[in-house]
């Protein structure tokens, strides 16, 4: 990975799209320290440490620390994140969406165009929720319409800014823009993670303590991170042969090729989606004040995640088995609406190919959907595996951080992609110099 970068600084066009990339995120995490004007940053701090639940660790680690600073980027990116999983869900639903998305370039130009405009809306109803509902306990220094105006318009104004970022990124610099905001993001809150652990495990212990705690702290974080790349790069290669035809005089075809399904076929997706279902009751209950109490606050006790896997409290982990179902079921239901076997197949048989050893048309349907359930299962297994080990820690030894196994994910998927992306510019960059040659 090193000679990677060091290569690619020698070459001027990638070292300019990698110093703007580098711009971009500093001026990034400068938004994410300017406050929002007429905003009172104590209420939140106060009112942060009065949550129990893991929900609003997960959204602040994901928007930099700018929320719990209530930073003009305090929504961040989290509405684009949103409107895209909207937007994407909703190709399924309805036909003109899905015609936008086979219609090429044009077609996904309309689709980006729509996702801006879903994310200004969502921006704007979050950001009128927080500004009047946090606006009346105290938010505002003075709670009044001009004062609730500006919050509202800084905190659009921040989420739209850092989407418009995020294009650019894409554009002039190195990789995906928006998921890379998103990991410089995550990556900042790193820091003060490993201090809060060196704090717990490490600082006024033993010499030989602070060093087996040390050694254990990095082995835990290599393995995931070497899990993470396992299902980030894992892949089912299904073979595909296609058959020989005469056009013209000529004889063409009878070339082999394989279709890659990867071992983590959903992504992050169904740890995020799983994660919010999860905790929106709790989020819901914060808002207005409910404490739960009889069998509704035992479920929301369950619910959770700061509960789990303690062995004071083993009845609260039942939890974490709705969790892990929640993962596996989304795992299967985001890809049944993103991957269609029969649509393959068809085409397959439209083109001539087939897999060897089995029918064109629905027997290589049947056999495609045969082998994903599988893939499906293992990546799932392997997502939850890294889901709840910073669960077992937390529970087990009270090590609460935010790079948990979304985060980690996250980070070190769009660090692979990312990588990928500059070595492919200096390998098309050493095509043109042969052909210049």
């Not at 200004?120 to 929720?129: D, G, P, R, T, Y």
């Not at 989407?163 to 820091?191: A, F």
């Not at 299962?377 to 709840?388: D, N, P, Q, S, Y």
Request: proline residues 3%.
């Amino acid at each position: 990975m090193l000679e990677t970068l060091k290569n690619a600084f020698r070459v001027k066009e990638i070292r300019k799209k990698i110093l703007f990339t580098l711009v971009m995120l500093v001026v990034i995490r400068i938004g994410s320290q300017l406050p929002v004007p007429g905003v009172d940053r104590h209420y939140i701090e106060n009112w942060f440490a009065t949550q129990t639940g893991d929900a609003f660790s997960f959204f602040d680690a994901f928007t930099g620390g700018s929320f719990l600073n209530m930073s003009v980027f305090a929504l961040n990116i989290t509405p684009y994140i949103t409107s895209s999983i909207i937007i994407q869900l909703l190709t399924i639903a309805i036909p003109k969406l899905e015609e936008m998305q086979k219609d090429g370039e044009d077609g996904r130009k309309k689709l980006a165009s729509i996702t801006r405009y879903v994310t200004v809306a969502l921006a704007l109803v979050e950001s009128i929720a927080m500004a009047v509902g946090f606006g009346r306990s105290g938010l505002l220094e003075e709670y009044n319409a001009l004062n609730v105006v500006s919050v509202v318009c800084a905190l659009v104004a921040g989420s739209a800014l850092l989407m418009w970022i995020g294009e650019r990124i894409t554009e002039n610099g190195i990789g995906n823009g928006i998921s890379i905001v998103l990991v410089i993001n995550i990556i900042s809150r790193l820091p003060q993670d490993f201090y809060g652990l060196y704090e717990q495990f490490i600082k006024g212990k033993s010499i030989a303590v602070g060093v087996v705690s040390a050694v254990i702290i990095l082995a835990i974080v290599i393995a995931m991170v070497v899990l993470v790349i396992l299902l980030n790069d894992g892949t089912r290669k299904i073979p595909v042969q296609y058959a020989k035809k005469i056009q013209g005089r000529k004889m063409v075809g009878g070339m082999s090729s394989n279709i890659p399904l990867k071992i983590n076929t959903a992504g992050v997706i169904p740890i995020i989606f799983a994660s919010s279902l999860m905790q929106f009751p709790i989020i819901i209950c914060s808002f207005v004040g409910y404490q739960g109490t009889g069998i509704w606050g035992e479920i929301l006790k369950g619910l959770n995640a700061g509960n789990w896997c303690n062995p004071s409290q083993l009845k609260y982990s039942i939890g974490l088995v709705v969790y892990v179902v929640l993962v596996i079921f989304f795992a299967y239901f985001y890809t049944s609406i993103t991957f269609n076997p029969l649509e393959i197949a068809n085409n397959m048989k439209k083109q001539g190919g087939f897999i060897p050893g089995i029918r064109p048309g629905r027997p290589t349907s049947d056999y495609l959907t045969k082998i994903l359930n599988y893939i499906i299962f293992i990546g799932a297994c392997g997502l939850t595996i890294v889901a709840i080990i910073p669960y077992f820690f937390n529970g087990v030894f009270h090590a609460s951080v935010s790079f948990g196994g979304t985060s980690l994910i996250i980070i070190v998927s769009v660090i692979l992609e990312t990588i990928k992306q500059v070595e492919s510019q200096m390998l098309v960059r050493n095509y043109k110099g042969f052909l210049n040659d």
